[in-house]
Each structure stands twice: as C-alpha cells, then as structure tokens.
Antibody, heavy 114, light 107 residues
Framework: EVQLVESGGGLVQPGGSLRLSCAAS????????MNWVRQAPGKGLECISY????????YYADSVKGRFTISRDNAKNSLYLQMNSLRAEDTAVYYC???????WGQGTMVTVSS | EIVLTQSPATLSLSPGERATLSCRAS??????LAWYQQKPGQAPRLLIF???NRATGIPARFSGSGSGTDFTLTISSLESEDFAVYYC?????????FGQGTRLEIK
C-alpha cells in the first residue's frame, strides 16, 4: 500500500525556517517523481515544488523560489522541503504527492505568525 | 502559467441528481487534466486522470471528458458522500496548476 506521511510542521515566526519531511512506503520511491502542494486555510491548492526521481530536475513556484529548497534521500525513502524566510502568506497545510498523485499524504500544518 | 477556471463556483443538487462540473484552461493542456475530490479536513483524492480515466477504486458514477481547453466531470447519480469540493488540475506544463474549486452542496 502506497503511504506518504508528512511531518515537521508547526508555529514559526516571520523570517524563520522549518524543514518538512515526507516519509514514503509501499512503493519504489527511487523511481517516482515527487511534488509538494500547499493549501492555505479555506483556500485552494497550490503546487509549489517538483523533484524528479534522481534529483536532476527541480521546479519551484514563483511564490517560493529563492526561499524554499526541495530535496530527497532515496536511501531513506524520504522527501524534504527546507523553508526559509517564512512569511505569513506561507501559512498552509503542506502535502506531498507522487507523480501519480494518488494517494496524497495527510498533510502537515505550517503557521507563520508572531 | 495556465489558468484553470471552474464553473459553477457552487452547485446545489439533491441526492440522485446528475452533477456536471466544468473546467476551462487558458491554453490547451491536451488530455493532461485531472479531477480531485476534497472533504473537510482531508487531503484531496484523485478521481480522474488524463481527462477521462478513473483512478483506482473510484465508482463508475464518476466520469470525465474533454480535451484541449474544455473539460467536464460528471457524477451520474449523486450519493450523500459525493457532497464535497472538486478541483481540476493540469499537468501539461510547469507550474502545475489547479482550478479554484467547485463546491457541491446538498440542496
């Protein structure tokens, strides 16, 4: 069974940093491209970053470019999102998803507030 | 960036009725269009991929159609568990984008 479990969310002050993790199981993680998607409270979905299976191709949404860094460790079946210079508008539930988009993780909440 | 516009924003129907949801892309996405269902407090669930293919475990009452810029999600006979928010998503170009959602509510 494909399973994705996000962790690392929490409350952080503006300008602070957080590192999110996504633990994958039940599939050959090293052959799957991965995505991070976020959803602000009461709002829609925004795909913010993509990484291919070998970490050769990486994309970012303009809203996070230069502040967020996606990475992966195929030996640990894990995906990461390093978030720096956090802003109030980064407050959201953060989800990871494979390139098959089925299923998603349960999400981890990030709140940026003083 | 490809903009997806969903209509209507809210759809009020009764169980047993047919639901038709639309998604229009600002430029062609070929058939790289997916539909998701999201219930409160839950992650989105994939319903349809590549415009018309049902995901694993999705009931046959859900169907998708369209190509290019105009797409439709149809729920043939609404069940109580179908009342939720529905999003379309294009995977043709980066950035991958989503529509703003259609809320399907009980009339």
């Amino acid at each position: 069974e494909v399973q994705l479990v996000e962790s690392g969310g929490g409350l952080v002050q503006p300008g602070g940093s957080l590192r999110l993790s996504c633990a994958a199981s039940g599939f050959a993680f090293n052959t799957y491209n991965m995505n991070w998607v976020r959803q602000a409270p009461g709002k829609g979905l925004e795909c913010i970053s993509y990484i291919d299976s070998s970490s050769f191709i990486i994309y970012y949404a303009d809203s996070v470019k230069g502040r967020f860094t996606i990475s992966r460790d195929n030996a640990k079946n894990s995906l990461y999102l390093q978030m720096n210079s956090l802003r109030a508008e980064d407050t959201a539930v953060y989800y990871c998803a494979t390139h098959q988009w089925d299923p998603w993780g349960q999400g981890t909440m990030v709140t940026v507030s003083s | 960036e490809i903009v997806l516009t969903q209509s209507p924003a809210t759809l009020s129907l009764s169980p047993g009725e047919r639901a038709t949801l639309s998604c229009r892309a600002s430029q062609s996405v070929s058939s790289y269009l997916a539909w998701y269902q999201q219930k409160p407090g839950q992650a989105p669930r994939l319903l349809i991929f590549d415009a018309s293919n049902r995901a694993t475990g999705i009931p046959a009452r859900f169907s998708g159609s369209g190509s290019g810029t105009d797409f439709t999600l149809t729920i043939s006979s609404l069940e109580s568990e179908d009342f939720a928010v529905y999003y379309c998503q294009q995977r043709s170009n980066w950035p991958i984008t989503f529509g703003q959602g259609t809320r399907l509510e009980i009339k």
